[in-house]
């Protein structure tokens, strides 16, 4: 008797996905996007007018700007007809926007914005057919009930997805389960009965909760991967998504491994990148704000890496000979090793281990770790951070990915940025030296979407410092407070004249070590 075999085409695979799906894709930008699949499902609709009203699932965002399309392969009046991501595809000022923006901004699609820990928590309580999720997570953010309740757009506004209970004597809030119909996910390997293996991919993410998810829910999975081997060829310990959960093998040699990257086998960690072969930041204002992050750090400590300036900071420990008294830790799964930056940021080389990304968020959302280091788009006087919409031009963020989730209940926070956006600067003679003020104002009155309640953080009793070029603030109960400022910088003028709204100035104000403007290694001590 022939082995049983799973394979079909990707045509074949999305033809029987119904009218009115719910549709879960486990991806991040680029780094396990099952690409082919969703370029099919397209054609599909294109071709016959069918699947239509789908609604798709995205914890982190399907697709980017630079050779992975994703979602944007099925943004199209008729076919979509609700979505709910974490994150969404994001890149330049002066780029198109993806076609999954201009939909969300056409009011063409109901678009909502959730917490990435929270949409797969919300598959996991599918997966177990119980009622939702009951979580802090969220409030007091742009994503509770009473502020925006996560909706990006009129028609979600219409058609609210967040509310409010009161349960055990406290508020929540409450997160309806996601059944999916479908789940499309990707590994790098599949037997023909459909066991996966993930040995050339920088994550697992939610494979196996959104396989798990639509199983159990009398749905269909579909798996892309790079090659497809005989039964027995997998060695049951190194299988992450068993046969059993798997419907569909669709075979995609080509897939690229993430974002403009068709391999690297050091981000899979099938190899140890000599540490003299990553490139250190050169030297600049976001050089030294980096460092200064790297000061509120302590050896022995577990820290999340976000986006942005503190993305150098594992660099900044690299130059000073301390890598690896610090472990990273990142929302796609990689524990330790070095995170990496630009096309292929959520990946990490030379990482000790890989955990599932739900996984990973259950430790973000309930403080595990000891510090988070993110950006900011805004700063308020209350310390509430914007990072997730720039109304001007949405394409620019990718909402608020696990940024909510990580902030929640984190020990430590500390964000870094320049003071405001636009600035000409120098560093001069160890001194910070503005040549032209910026053009916008980033500590502004109110920022234009909470992403950070700084005072929920404050009755929490979180530490919340943020880092720019020319001072450094705390959170306080009483608000926003200086504690720092450059060498070179004048407080009225360069500082409180720059912010938007007062500012707290501390009793005894401190200078920023003059050793961070200069190019040679500072003697960080942790």
């Known amino acids: 008797m022939p082995p049983v075999t799973k394979q079909t085409t990707a045509a074949d695979a999305v033809a029987l996905i119904p009218d009115g799906a719910m549709v879960a894709v486990n991806s991040s930008s680029g780094l396990c996007c099952p690409d082919a699949v969703l370029e099919a499902l397209g054609e599909r609709f294109d071709t016959t007018g ?43 000022t002066n780029a198109e926007p993806p076609l999954i923006w201009q939909m969300i901004t056409g009011n063409q699609v109901e678009a909502y914005n959730l917490p990435s820990g929270i949409i797969f928590d919300m598959l996991r309580e599918g997966a177990g057919q119980r009622p939702g999720v009951l ?16 909706a990006m757009n009129e028609l979600a506004r219409a058609q609210p997805i967040v509310r409010r209970e009161h349960f055990d004597g406290e508020d929540w809030l409450y997160f309806k389960a996601l059944r999916p119909d479908v789940a499309i996910i990707r590994a790098s390997t599949a037997d023909q009965r459909g066991n996966l293996s993930f040995e050339s991919e920088g994550a697992y993410l939610g494979a196996m909760e959104m396989a798990l998810a639509a199983r159990n829910c009398g749905g269909i999975v579909i798996a892309q991967v790079r090659r497809i081997t005989a039964n027995g060829s997998i060695r049951p310990h190194d299988v992450r998504v068993p046969g059993i959960m798997v419907d569909h093998i669709v075979e995609a040699p080509e897939m690229l491994q993430t974002t403009a990257t068709p391999y690297d086998p050091a981000i899979s960690g099938e190899l140890i990148r000599p540490l003299d072969s990553f490139q250190l930041p050169e030297f600049n204002v976001q050089k030294v704000i980096a460092r200064r992050v790297a000061q509120e750090l ?19 420990f690299l130059e000073e000979g301390l890598h690896g008294t610090v ?56 310390g509430s951070v914007n990072v997730s919409r720039l109304a001007a031009t949405p394409h620019r963020t990718a909402g608020a990915g696990g940024f909510v989730d990580i902030t929640s209940r984190a020990k430590r926070i500390i964000f870094s940025g320049t003071f405001n956006a636009g600035a000409k600067m120098r560093i001069e003679g160890a001194k910070l030296v503005i040549d032209k003020e910026g053009h916008t104002a980033k500590i502004v009155e109110a920022v ?18 943020y880092v720019t070029e020319r001072c450094v603030l705390k959170l306080t109960d009483k608000g926003l ?28 104000l401190g200078m920023m070590d003059a050793a961070l403007f200069d190019p040679a290694p500072f003697g960080l001590s942790v």
């Open 481 to 508: 407070m200086v504690t720092e400022i450059a060498p070179g910088i004048d407080l009225e003028r360069d500082v409180l004249g720059q912010a938007q709204t007062p500012l707290l100035v501390a009793d005894t």
């Open 298 to 316: 302590q050896a022995g400590w577990a820290v999340n890496v976000g986006f942005g300036v503190s993305a150098n900071v594992p660099r900044i």
């Open 135 to 150: 979580s802090k997570v969220g409030m007091g953010t742009f994503v509770d009930p009473d502020i925006e309740g996560g």
């Open 50 to 92: 069918h699947p239509r009203d789908l609604t798709t699932i995205h914890p982190i965002a399907a697709g980017d700007f630079f050779g992975t399309k994703g979602v944007d392969h099925i943004a199209k009046p008729g076919c979509l007809k609700r979505i709910i991501g974490g994150s969404y595809p994001s890149g330049p």
């Open 327 to 382: 472990t990273w830790v990142i929302e796609q799964g990689a524990v330790g090793g070095i995170p990496l930056l630009d096309f292929k940021f959520g990946c990490s080389a030379n990482a000790e281990a890989f955990v599932a990304s739900p996984h990973q968020f259950s430790y973000f959302q309930a403080g595990g770790f000891d510090a988070s280091l993110l950006s900011f788009l805004e700063i308020d006087a209350h």
């Open 448 to 465: 234009d979407q909470i992403s950070f309640s700084g005072q929920r953080a404050t009755a929490q009793g979180q530490e919340a410092v």
